[in-house]
Structure formats: C-alpha cells, structure tokens
C-alpha cells in the first residue's frame, strides 16, 4: 500500500463537496488511494481559485455548488478559460439521477458522472479506469470535452476526435514531470485548437448553403435570419480562435461577419452581390480549413471587396477582386 501512496505522489487532486460528512469520507477514500496532493474545497468560489492557481490533474466535484454555475464553469476549464489544464480529469457527483439531469452533466464535459450517495469503491474504481485510460476529445463551436458517443468506433482517431493528454496517468504511470506535462498539454491544446477550426469551418460551410438556398425558394424568411445570426455567431467564434494567429482565419472570419451583419439588415438589390461573396467565402472557408496556400491571398480580395460594400478600409490591400 506505501508504495502506491507514493506514486500518486506528484498527482494534484482538488475535491469540492458542500456535504461535511460526505466530504470527509471521499477525503479518506482519497487519502486512502495515495492522493496526498489534496486539496479541499467547500464552495464553488474556493474551487474556480484554486483550480486558477494550480495544476490540477483530477477535480472530484458536487455539481450542486453555491456561487458557481457548474456545468459554465467546466465547459470554461474545457475551453482554457479557467485554469491551467483543460484536461483535467473531471469526475462530478450529484444527487438527481434523472436522464435529463445525466445528460446536463455530460454535456458539460466531465469525465465521469457518479450518483450519491455512492461507495468510496466506486469513485476510486473510476478513477483506476481513468488512470488506464479516457476518451478522446471533440471540439466544435459550442462544445469541447470527452466525446459523448457511446461507442468509440475504431475509426475515429481518423476524424474528428482528438486525442488528447491524461496528466494523472503521465505523471502516475509515465512519471513525467512538470516540464513534460506542461509540453503535452500545450501540444494536445494546439491539435485540439485544429480540430475545433476544422469542426467550426465546416458549420460555417453548412451555413452558408442553407443562406444559398434562400435565394432557390430552400429557406423561409425566419430561417434566413436564423442562419444569418448563426453565421454572425459562428464567425465569432473563429475570430476569437484565431486573433493572433499566421493563418489569415481571423481576416476571413471578420469578413464573414461584417457581410452576414450586411445581408441581415437589407433587402436591397446589392443582395444578389451578397450572396455571390457569401458563395465565395464558402469556398474559401473549405481551403482554409484544408490548409490550402491559396486562401490567404482569396481571403485578402474578398476583405477588400466587403470593405468597399460596408464603407470601411480593408487592412494591408494586395490585389482586387476581378
């Protein structure tokens, strides 16, 4: 038993439970497992600190928190806003068993979801599966964590699930230390940011052929405005995601939402050109996604053509669109 304490020896573990004599029996059945690194916290607040100030490998957590929203609060440590390692082993408890309540949970994004009252077994049961192993990651616009399929089918590390770093067992099994754990994050999150780009474009891309299908009589007015909202909201998304970045995503993302934001507020004749450019940017979305060396150039032209339709210079103009 000595010697699996220690080798748990460099795992940071947070536990929050609002219930004290729950609270001090998972402390012992955590103490028990080797988790010494343990920190305890009793309310949502204490939690989003220490989760912000430490590396943290596992979170064993009450959904029900006083002054904090759980499930925002898990999708924000999923999405790097919160802390320092998105994937933290995440395993929630909760009273409610409803369906609905389950499915909540998990599309938060945690790891494991555990009924209590529950054995101290069962939650270090969980945690030895996790420590062999965890399901790979999707991320799209509204979304980042384990996948929630029920079957991980034996093709998916070809599409769009991302495998991603498990820190507990790196440091428990592989013996990593600080250095290496903060490198497999950083490169996990980088595969991760691809994944997302990809998923993203090609909402954008389906977007984009439901607002074409307008002009064909394939849409109603509602969902013409739906869509276009989608797109506003979509390029935001991107735009966030890639400010900063080499890859021109940013240009072509604040294009696709000053034109979108364009098309909602009129219904002038300039809609016909409108959707010429919107057909364009579809494309180029496609290209750019695929890594394609001609989509900086495109996505240059079409800035500036967008510019001259909403009145406001386009940065750094190469060439025109002819």
């Known amino acids: ?31 028990g497992k080797g988790l010494r690194d343990l920190i305890i916290c009793k309310d949502g607040g204490s939690l989003v600190s220490t989760i912000e100030a430490e590396m943290v490998d596992l979170v064993v957590c009450d959904i029900e928190l006083p002054g904090v929203d759980f499930c925002r609060m898990t999708q924000q440590i999923r999405q790097r806003d919160c802390g320092r390692n998105p994937f933290a082993l995440i395993i929630s408890t909760l009273s ?29 049961s969980h945690i030895d599966d996790l420590t062999h192993g965890r399901r790979p990651f999707v991320a799209t616009e509204r979304y980042v964590g ?37 490198t497999m994050i950083d490169h996990g999150w980088s595969n991760l940011q691809r994944q997302k780009v990809h998923s993203s474009s090609a909402g954008i891309v389906r977007t984009i052929k439901r607002v074409l299908s307008y002009s064909q009589g394939g849409s109603s007015p509602e969902g013409l405005r739906t869509d276009l909202d989608r797109l506003v909201a979509m390029s935001d998304d991107l735009l ?83």
């Open 96 to 124: 409610d068993a409803s369906v609905a309540e389950v499915r909540r949970v998990i599309n938060a994004g945690v790891d494991r979801v555990v009924r209590k009252p529950m054995s101290m077994t069962v939650l270090t």
């Open 1 to 31: 038993m000595g010697a699996q304490r220690n080798a748990f020896g460099d795992v940071r573990a947070v536990l929050c439970e609002t219930n004290p004599a729950l609270r001090s029996g998972l402390q012992a059945a955590l103490y």
């Open 240 to 322: 966030r995601s890639n400010r900063g970045t080499a890859d021109h995503l940013a240009d072509l993302a604040a294009s696709l939402k000053s034109l979108a934001l364009r098309m909602a507020a009129s219904s002038s004749p300039e809609q016909r050109v409108h959707l010429e450019l919107l057909a364009n940017m579809g494309e180029v979305v496609r290209l750019s996604a695929d890594g394609n060396d001609r989509s900086a150039e495109i996505i240059q032209q079409i800035a500036e053509t967008v510019s001259r339709f909403s009145g406001k210079p386009a940065a750094a103009p190469r060439s025109k669109l002819h």
């Open 146 to 182: 384990p996948s929630r399929r029920a079957h991980v089918r034996a093709d998916d590390g070809k599409g769009d699930l991302v495998r991603v770093p498990n820190t507990l067992r790196s440091k428990l099994v592989d013996k990593a230390d600080d250095q290496r754990v903060q």
